[in-house]
């Protein structure tokens, strides 16, 4: 039996999962997102991903971006080495994506910083 805490919606329960003749028993969920939560965090867990990118910008040295949907916690680390690799020469805006399809995930890396909007401001 493993104690988790459900990150769903602000309720925060505290559940109790266990796996037991062919059947997932949860305890603790107020809703069937909390049961779904559970299950996905024992089975597959996932996660979003946030983290910077290096840019060749004075004003703007590293740009925050995060994926656009959750990787698995097996494909952070190769997901890391990717974003990491990456030299930003271009402004972007806010929700522009900055790696595609990062590793075959399925997520995109994007901006969650407005490179244009920074620069006026220090210019």
Known sequence: MKNITCIVCPNGCSMTVDFNNDEWIVGGNLCKRGREFAISEIT??????????????????RLPVRTDNEISLEEIFEVMKHINMVI???????????????????????????VYEQLRKVC
């Open 44 to 61: 597959h867990p996932k996660r979003s991903l946030c983290s910077t990118v290096k840019t060749i910008f004075k004003g703007m040295p």
């Open 88 to 114: 930003l020469n271009h402004p972007v805006h806010t929700g522009e994506v900055i790696i595609k399809n990062v590793c075959n995930t399925g997520a995109n890396v994007i901006a969650t910083s407005d």
